[in-house]
DNA sequence: TTCCGGTATGAAAACGTTGTCAAGTTCGTT
DNA sequence: AACGAACTTGACAACGTTTTCATACCGGAA
C-alpha cells in the first residue's frame, strides 16, 4: 500500500504538494498536478483515511444504529441508508442495538471510538440519554422513524397521525362499521399517534371502535398470529383491520386463513409498512407505504449540512414525512 | 473526547505507562495499574481507534461485502457477521455491491483506504479477480455462501450437492415421479451443484426430470412467477417442485393459488433458505435451512486465526456445511 | 561491598495525513 | 527600476497511538 510519501518521492515533488492535489484543493500548477495525478494512478495510491481523519477530523464514515436487522423494515433502511452515504462518499458502519440499552450504549461508545463523523439513530429506547451524550461531543446525530421529543435533536418520521387518518378515512368510505385495529406497543409514541390519528377519524365519522376490537400487540408476525387469534374468539369479526405492521397483518391472515375466514370477502385487512412480503401473500396485502428511502435521503442532508457548518440547524427539528396507501387485494369496499 | 495525554497527567504517569495498562499488556506495578484504571474510569477514555489503527495495523474493523441488503438471506447474514463481529470485539462496515463489478471494485477499495484488519465477501462476481487483489495486500479475506474455486482463499458455502440430493431423496421417498425444478441462474456454480445432486439422485432412482420441468430462473420472488407462469401452461403438472430459493417458492405459490391449483394436494413445493417468510404464507413453506450463523461463526473463526498468526491457513480451503429440511406444509407424500 | 538480572517506568520515534507558515517566483503597476 | 500582490511550493508541527530503547530501581548472589 503506497503511502503519500511514496508517491512524492515518485512525483518529485513534496508531500504537502501531493496532498494538496488528491485533496483538489488549494492552487498548484497545472504541469505539477499532472505529474502527480499520474503516480497517484500508476501506483493505485489512495490516502489513508484513518490517518485524514485522526489529522482533520473527517474519516467519511457514519454510524447506523438499529434495533434489529433481520426485518424487513431495517434491511430496507439499511438499504438506502448505504446507497446515500454511497452517494456522498461515506462509508456506513452498522450496528445491532437489539432494542437493548446495554447494546445501544456499547455500540455508541465504538462509533465515538472510531470518530465516526456522525451517527443515525433508527429507534432509540425512549429512555436513553445517549442522543445527548452524543450531541455534547459535537457529533451531529438524526433519528430516524422513531422520532424523539427534543429541542435540538432531529427527527424524522412518518406522519403517524397522518397515516392513521388515512387508514381511517378509507374505512369510511368504504362502508365499514364494525372495525377492529391491532396496533403496536403503545408505549411507542409512534403508535399512539397512528392510533389517535386512526380513532379520531373514526369517530368523527360516528364510528366507535369497540374496546375489544382494539388491541396491542407487537409488530412482529407472532404478535399478529396472537392477536388474529384474540379476535377470533369473540362472537362476531370486524369487517376490516388495520395492522399497523405489515407483519402482524401476515400473522392476522395467517391464522384467519387457518380458520377458514376469507379476506378480504368476510374481513377486510391492511397493514403498514409496504415490506416486499406484502405483495406476496395471496391476498396481496394492502399497506400503507413509508418512505424510507425518503428518510435516509433527508438524513443524510442534515448530517452533510452540519459538518458543512457546525452550526446549521434544520429549519424543524421534527420532520413528518407522508405516507401513502397501496392498493391490493386485502381490502373491499362493502357497499 | 479525552485523549491517553489527558489519562497520563491525571494519573501522574507517563503516556507509555497508560498505552501498557489499557492494552492490558506489560508489566505495570499493581498500584500505578489501579491509579490509570480509575482515571480511565472517571474520565471516560477509550482510545481512538484511528489512531491505533495508524499505528499498529489494527483497527478491529472488518469489511462485509454483499450482492443485495433488502433479501432476507443477506439480511440474515449481516444479522450474524454483526453478532459475531461484536463477540469478538470487531467493528463491521458494510456495503452493497449490487452484483456490480464497479461497485465491488470501489468498495474494496475504500475498505483498503480504511484499513480494515479483514474482509468478508457473500458473492463475488466469479470472474472478478478482487480477492486476489485483497489477498496481495496480505488481508484476510474470507468468500461465505457462494463459493469460489481457489487455492488459497478461503470460501464457506452450504453443501449444495447435498441439499439436492436430500430433497431428491425426499421426494423419491414421498412416491413422487412426476418432478420438476426451478433453479437459479446456471452461470452460479452453486447452483450448478444443487441442480446436479438433485438430478442425480433422481436418476438413481430411476426419476428423470422432463426438460419442460427443468426451468431456469432467477432467485427473485418475480422470478418465481414466471417460472410458475410457465408452469402453468404445460399440459400436466408436476406432483413435486423443488425451487432453489424460498423467494422462488413463494412466487410459484402465489401463481398456483392464483389458477385453483391447490399446494400441497396438486402439487408439493419445497422451497430453500428457510427465510422468515417461508412460515408465514399459506400453506407454510417446507424448506431447506442453510446455517448462516455457522457460516458467519466460521468465517470470523478463520479471520481471526489469520489475524493473530498470518501465516496460518485453515485446514481446508472449501468448507461445505450441511443442510437440514424444515418439514411444514407445503409437500406431502403421495402414498 | 560490588555486580547482575529482573522489573517498573519514561522519552522519543514512528504511523500517514493535513494545515500553517515562510520562502521563492512571477508578473503587473507605478 | 522598484515594489507589491498573487501564486506556487516545501518544511515542519501536529493528531493519538504503540513500540522500541534507555534508565532507574530493587534485591540477591558472589
Known amino acids: 500500500m503506497p503511502s503519500i510519501r511514496d508517491v512524492a518521492r515518485l512525483a518529485g515533488v513534496s508531500i504537502s504538494t501531493v496532498s494538496r492535489v488528491v485533496s483538489g484543493s488549494a492552487n498548484?500548477?497545472?504541469?505539477?498536478?499532472?505529474?502527480?495525478?499520474?503516480?497517484?494512478?500508476?501506483?493505485?495510491?489512495?490516502?489513508?483515511?484513518?490517518?485524514?481523519?485522526?489529522?482533520s477530523r473527517s474519516g467519511q464514515l457514519v454510524g447506523l444504529a438499529l434495533p434489529k436487522i433481520?426485518?424487513?423494515?431495517?434491511?430496507?433502511?439499511?438499504?438506502?441508508?448505504?446507497?446515500?452515504?454511497?452517494?456522498m462518499g461515506y462509508g456506513l458502519i452498522i450496528g445491532n442495538t437489539n432494542d437493548d440499552p446495554e447494546r445501544e450504549r456499547a455500540f455508541i461508545q465504538d462509533l465515538l471510538a472510531r470518530h465516526v463523523d456522525a451517527i443515525i439513530f433508527s429507534?432509540?429506547?425512549?429512555?436513553?440519554?445517549?442522543?445527548?451524550?452524543?450531541?455534547?461531543?459535537?457529533?451531529?446525530?438524526?433519528?430516524?422513524?422513531?422520532?424523539?421529543?427534543?429541542?435540538?435533536?432531529?427527527?424524522i418520521e412518518t406522519d403517524n397521525y397522518g397515516a392513521g387518518k388515512m387508514v381511517a378515512n378509507m374505512f369510511l368510505q368504504g362502508g365499514h362499521?364494525?372495525?377492529?385495529?391491532?396496533?403496536?406497543?403503545?408505549?411507542?409514541?409512534?403508535?399512539?399517534?397512528?392510533?389517535?390519528?386512526?380513532?379520531?377519524?373514526?369517530?368523527?365519522?360516528?364510528?366507535?371502535v369497540a374496546p375489544e376490537y382494539h388491541v396491542?400487540?407487537?409488530?412482529?408476525?407472532?404478535?399478529?398470529?396472537?392477536?388474529?387469534?384474540?379476535?377470533?374468539?369473540?362472537?362476531?369479526?370486524?369487517?376490516?383491520?388495520?395492522a399497523q405492521s405489515d407483519m402482524i397483518a401476515v400473522g392476522l391472515l395467517?391464522?384467519?386463513?387457518?380458520?377458514?375466514?376469507?379476506?378480504?370477502?368476510?374481513?377486510?385487512?391492511?397493514?403498514?409498512?409496504?415490506v416486499p412480503v406484502s405483495k406476496m401473500v395471496t391476498p396481496a396485502l394492502t399497506s400503507v407505504d413509508q418512505s424510507f428511502e425518503e428518510f435516509c435521503r433527508r438524513a443524510f442532508y442534515i448530517i452533510h449540512e452540519q459538518l458543512e457548518d457546525p452550526t446549521y440547524?434544520?429549519?424543524?427539528?421534527?420532520?413528518?414525512?407522508?405516507?401513502?396507501i397501496v392498493i391490493r387485494e386485502s381490502f373491499r369496499n362493502l357497499t
Chains 1, 2 share one sequence.
Open 28 to 55: 498548484v500548477e497545472k504541469s505539477t498536478r499532472d505529474r502527480v495525478l499520474q503516480v497517484v494512478e500508476e501506483t493505485g495510491y489512495r490516502p489513508n483515511l484513518n490517518a485524514r481523519s485522526l489529522r
Open 70 to 87: 433481520v426485518h424487513d423494515t431495517f434491511a430496507t433502511i439499511i438499504h438506502h441508508a448505504e446507497k446515500e452515504a454511497n452517494r
Open 123 to 155: 429507534r432509540v429506547s425512549d429512555a436513553s440519554h445517549l442522543p445527548d451524550r452524543v450531541r455534547e461531543r459535537g457529533l451531529p446525530i438524526v433519528v430516524i422513524d422513531r422520532g424523539i421529543e427534543h429541542d435540538s435533536i432531529p427527527s
Open 177 to 208: 362499521r364494525r372495525i377492529a385495529t391491532v396496533t403496536g406497543p403503545q408505549i411507542v409514541k409512534l403508535v399512539r399517534d397512528r392510533d389517535r390519528g386512526f380513532l379520531e377519524t373514526l369517530e368523527k365519522g360516528g364510528v366507535t
Open 216 to 242: 396491542e400487540s407487537n409488530f412482529e408476525y407472532e404478535g399478529g398470529v396472537l392477536a388474529g387469534k384474540q379476535l377470533l374468539e369473540l362472537e362476531s369479526l370486524p369487517t376490516a383491520i388495520w
Open 254 to 274: 395467517k391464522v384467519f386463513q387457518a380458520a377458514g375466514v376469507r379476506v378480504p370477502d368476510d374481513v377486510s385487512l391492511v397493514g403498514m409498512d409496504n
Open 313 to 324: 440547524q434544520p429549519p424543524e427539528t421534527l420532520v413528518q414525512i407522508p405516507s401513502s
